[in-house]
């Protein structure tokens, strides 16, 4: 059985690019940190748009363009591309919140090998990180899933908090250290 960490949408969009906030900048440290240690499986999401963003449901609702695929801002911190390359761990591109393809491959784990915990970092933690808790929690609902709010942060600091209550609600382990 394995461990798993999921870094979710860890993009200079939402670091410190077109949607960045002070509080993702303050997480990047504890999160390679967190990657560099983690004893086991290490998987990524990567949000990804295209040209046509504004066009789409979510553009519509958040009209400011952001990771755009092959831009700047879709790639992932400098830091963790390098450990990621490096170590060739698996990215899954997502076009919305939350990765169906992540949540089928880790159910496809359980089912092989078992699982012992499913762990979750990134931003924001208020939109992405909980759509993949979530998910995650809907396809192996027998395996443990935390999220470390230390290496997550939200669009705001009061949405970051209400995400972090709402996964509690949903028996997702919130690690405050």
């Given at each position: 059985?394995?461990?798993?960490?999921?870094?979710?949408?860890?993009?200079?969009?939402?670091?410190?690019?077109?949607?960045?906030?002070?509080?993702?900048?303050?997480?990047?440290?504890?999160?390679?940190?967190?990657?560099?240690?983690?004893?086991?499986?290490?998987?990524?999401?990567r949000?990804t748009?295209?040209?046509?963003?504004?066009?789409?449901?979510?553009?519509?609702?958040?009209?400011?363009?952001?990771?755009?695929?092959?831009?700047?801002?879709?790639?992932?911190?400098?830091?963790?591309?390098?450990?990621?390359?490096?170590?060739?761990?698996?990215?899954?591109?997502?076009?919305?919140?939350?990765?169906?393809?992540?949540?089928?491959?880790?159910?496809?784990?359980?089912?092989?090998?078992?699982?012992?915990?499913?762990?979750l970092?990134?931003?924001?933690?208020?939109?992405c990180?909980?759509?993949?808790?979530?998910l995650?929690?809907?396809?192996?609902?027998?395996?443990?899933?935390?999220?470390?709010?230390?290496?997550?942060?939200?669009?705001?600091?009061?949405?970051?908090?209400?995400?972090?209550e709402?996964?509690?609600?949903?028996?997702?382990?919130?690690?405050k250290?």
């Open positions: 059985m394995k461990d798993f960490l999921i870094v979710v949408d860890m993009q200079k969009d939402f670091i410190d690019g077109a949607l960045g906030t002070k509080e993702a900048e303050g997480i990047v440290l504890r999160v390679v940190e967190l990657v560099k240690n983690f004893p086991g499986e290490i998987l990524f999401t949000d748009h295209t040209k046509d963003y504004l066009s789409t449901a979510e553009g519509k609702k958040l009209p400011v363009e952001h990771c755009i695929l092959g831009t700047a801002g879709w790639e992932l911190h400098p830091a963790l591309e390098k450990i990621r390359k490096d170590k060739e761990l698996p990215v899954f591109d997502k076009g919305t919140f939350g990765s169906k393809e992540l949540a089928l491959y880790l159910q496809e784990k359980q089912e092989a090998c078992g699982i012992s915990s499913i762990t970092c990134g931003l924001c933690t208020d939109i990180v909980i759509s993949n808790a979530l995650i929690k809907a396809f192996v609902p027998e395996v443990p899933v935390r999220v470390f709010a230390s290496c997550c942060a939200g669009v705001t600091p009061k949405s970051h908090e209400n995400a972090l709402a996964m509690s609600m949903c028996q997702i382990d919130v690690i250290e």
